[in-house]
Structure formats: structure tokens, C-alpha cells
């Protein structure tokens, strides 16, 4: 079996001091401490050559890589990573079209713990390894590699003006040595927790003064032997899914005799993917639309609470709604309506509803000015009487609502 390079990547630049380690072969998900740890420093240029032809580890910092959960009704891994940048979307300034999510097994709750990491980050720090055509294994948070035990302390590593936290199975975060003990009260949320705490032989700092039950852990020369030694695969998320997982290429061990038939499946397969892919697609589309429809019918409709056969249901009130000798039917008060909010912008609908042969519009503006000319607007226009059931002005605008109700010619 091959030896393992692990690397701590802290800069990508070609002659940046790199950690590194080789590990002679073992178990993926070894519990047991791993011996020969020995941390040297080399330009990385250097490092990534050392990747050839051996297993790579790279530990990236947890400070630009954010975890959280995601609890959805999907089970299967890859639909859950479809639905989390929508479902998590508000969490996050950035668009989450440029940011890359990662996924670990589905939790005793149900929840799906989730790696945030900016794809350019992640296209940085693969870059120089496929420059060089060394394969990636694992991209790890170093968050996620220190040591883990459910009910047990929580693990902090002091690092080169930083403090690197694990706060739970899949949980942690990054900071200053100045914001330590804040960020630590924010994740304490009220109920102080004990540390385990990685000290490097070097470190004269007196942690005691952080008042909770302490455990140290001395002896280490470079925090990559920490995370070499305590990362478990199975307690932490690989970064590489999705577009970036890299599997081993098989077609290249293929005899050239087998690639015409091999191209042929493919495109068969990959057809019928689209066709599955496209079906699918057009299915959600049809049921985010129907939902739309139904919400709709709902607003205008308030009376009708239950749906069941929604053609038939809007075709019967049409019926009921069609205008008469003596009524204007909703569709002329919603012309109305249209036309006067046309005529007289600076304001915004927000909710619309029908009822009792009346139509009720949600509006918010900036101002009451507007109210005004539209009230003026509506009195000189004949077909639809205005109505001001309530108007409220804050901080944050105007709130209005108005009814409209139909004029015999």
C-alpha cells in the first residue's frame, strides 16, 4: 500500500513554508494513535511533488470553511446537497451559486451536517496539486481533524496567532487569541463547557485563566502531528464531492480495442440521464407552478380552504364572477385597479384577495402622497369605488389597504 502525505496548506504560494508528513500505510479510519509522526517544512512546490504517487491528506483551515446543518425530508446524500443551497441560502451575503457544499452522514435528528466553502477558495488550494497531476484524497477541515467524543470536552488548538475550536461532531470555528473567549461564550450559549486543550511544547500560556474545567494535553511540536493523530474520516467531511470528488480514472487501464464500445454505453447512458434529468426537472417545475396556482386561487379566494380540483374549482368562479347588469365582475376591478396603480406609481402591491364581490389590495410605499392622487384618481374615474380601510406610516414606509368595490354604470 502506498504511504500517506499529509499537509497542513496554509498558503498556496510556490515558496511558502509548508507542514508535511509521511505516514506509512494504515487503516482509512484507524482509532488508533498514529505512530512515526514526524512534521518537516519544505517550500510547497516541493510538498506537492512529494505527492506523487502517494495518498494526500490536505487539512485546510476551518477559518474559511463554515459548518452547519441542513434537515430536510430527502435522505439520499445527493438530494439533500441539491436542496441545502436553497434551504441555507439566507444564511450566506455571498450567492450561493459561487459557494461549494459538502455533506457528512445523516445525524440521530434527522440533520445532514454541511461544509460552506467559497469555490474559489477550493479551486486555489486544488490548483497547484493538478498543475502538478498529483491526486487529492481528502480536503479536510482542520476544524474537523481534532479529537472527538460525543459528551466529551470540547478540543482547542492554539496555532500561529490563532485558536482552531471543535465544539462538536461536526461544529467548531476559528478566531484571534482576542476574540477567544467571546466566541466561546456565543457557542457556550449560557452553560460553560470544558476544554481539552492541545498545547505545543513551546506554549508558556497560563490557560487556567480561562475558568472552566481543563484538560491540557502537552507534548506536540507542530499542530499538523495533532491532526494527523486525531482526524477520523468518519467524524469529519471530505471537501472533495460533487464536482470536486476525484476518483481514480479506470478507463486508462482499458485496452484501446474496448473504448468504441465504451464511448457507445456512455452516450446511451448519458442520454438516458438527460432524459431522467429533464423529466425530473419539468416535474418540478409543473409542482412549483401548481403550488403558485394555489396559493393564488387562495389570496383571491379566501373562502375556498380546500382545493381539490383546481381547474374546475377557478372555472366555477368565473362563473359566479362574471359582471352583470348590476355588477362589475373581477376581472373589471382588477383592470381598475391595474390602471390606477399604473397612473399613479410609488406603490407596491403585496396582497390581493376577492371577496363578497369586493377586491382587496395589500399596498406599501414610501409615502402617503401617493394615496392621495390615487384616491383623486379613483374619484374622477368611473367603474370602481376606492376605499381606504386602513393606512399606516413607520420608519419603514407606508402599510395601506384599500377596497374596491364595483359602480353601476
Known amino acids: 500500500m502506498r504511504d500517506t ?12 513554508p509548508t507542514a508535511h508528513a509521511l505516514v506509512s500505510s494504515e487503516p482509512l479510519d484507524s482509532t488508533l494513535t498514529r505512530p512515526g509522526v514526524v512534521v518537516r517544512e519544505l517550500p510547497f512546490d516541493e510538498v506537492v511533488a512529494l505527492g506523487s504517487g502517494r495518498r494526500v491528506v490536505v487539512f485546510v483551515p476551518g477559518v474559511d470553511v463554515r459548518l452547519t446543518s441542513v434537515t430536510v425530508p430527502a ?5 439533500v446537497l441539491q436542496a441545502a443551497p436553497f434551504v441555507l441560502e439566507d444564511q450566506f451575503a455571498e450567492d450561493v451559486d459561487t459557494l461549494h457544499f459538502a455533506i457528512a452522514s445523516r ?13 474559489a477558495q477550493v479551486d ?4 497547484p496539486f493538478q498543475a502538478a497531476k498529483v491526486r487529492v484524497a481528502a480536503l479536510v477541515p482542520d476544524t474537523l ?5 460525543n459528551d466529551g470536552p470540547w478540543s482547542v488548538l492554539p496555532d500561529a496567532g490563532q485558536m482552531i475550536v471543535r465544539t ?13 473567549e467571546l466566541l466561546l461564550q456565543l457557542a457556550e450559549n449560557g452553560v460553560p463547557a470544558s476544554l481539552r486543550v492541545l498545547v505545543a511544547r513551546d506554549d508558556a500560556t497560563d490557560y487556567t485563566t480561562l475558568n472552566r474545567a481543563l484538560d491540557l494535553l502537552p507534548g506536540f511540536e507542530q499542530p499538523l502531528e495533532v491532526l494527523i493523530r486525531y482526524w477520523k474520516p468518519s467524524q469529519s467531511i471530505d471537501l472533495l464531492q460533487g464536482a470536486y470528488s476525484q476518483r481514480d480514472d479506470v478507463n486508462r487501464y482499458w485496452l484501446p480495442w474496448k473504448r468504441a464500445g465504451q464511448l457507445a454505453a456512455a452516450a446511451l447512458l448519458l442520454g438516458i440521464a438527460l432524459n431522467i434529468a429533464d423529466s425530473a426537472r419539468l416535474k418540478r417545475e409543473v409542482a412549483a407552478q401548481q403550488a403558485i396556482n394555489e396559493e393564488n386561487f387562495r389570496r383571491l379566494f379566501p373562502r375556498e380552504t380546500r382545493i381539490f380540483n383546481l381547474d374546475a374549482q377557478v372555472t366555477q368562479q368565473l362563473r359566479l364572477l362574471q359582471g352583470g347588469a348590476s ?32 377586491l382587496f389590495l395589500d399596498l406599501s410605499g414610501s409615502d402617503l402622497q401617493v394615496l392621495e392622487q390615487l384616491r383623486t384618481w379613483f374619484n374622477s374615474h368611473r367603474g370602481a369605488k376606492l376605499d381606504v380601510e386602513s393606512a ?17 354604470a
Request: a negative charge; aromatic letters at 8%; glycine letters at 8%.
Open 124 to 127: 486555489e488550494w486544488l490548483a
Open 107 to 119: 445525524q440521530a435528528d434527522g440533520s445532514f451536517p454541511i461544509a460552506v466553502v467559497a469555490r
Open 75 to 79: 435522505r439520499q446524500p445527493a438530494k
Open 168 to 180: 462538536g461532531a461536526y461544529s467548531g470555528f476559528s478566531c484571534v487569541p482576542d476574540d477567544f
Open 145 to 149: 481533524a481534532l479529537p472527538w467524543q
Open 5 to 16: 502525505l499529509y499537509i497542513r496548506l496554509r498558503d498556496t504560494a510556490p515558496d511558502a
Open 392 to 408: 399606516d406610516s413607520n420608519e419603514n414606509g407606508v402599510q395601506i389597504r384599500l377596497k374596491l368595490t364595483p359602480v353601476a
Open 327 to 358: 355588477q362589475t365582475g373581477l376581472f373589471e376591478l382588477m383592470q381598475s385597479a391595474s390602471s390606477g396603480l399604473a397612473e399613479n406609481p410609488g406603490l407596491t402591491l403585496r396582497n390581493i384577495q376577492f371577496r363578497e364581490g369586493a
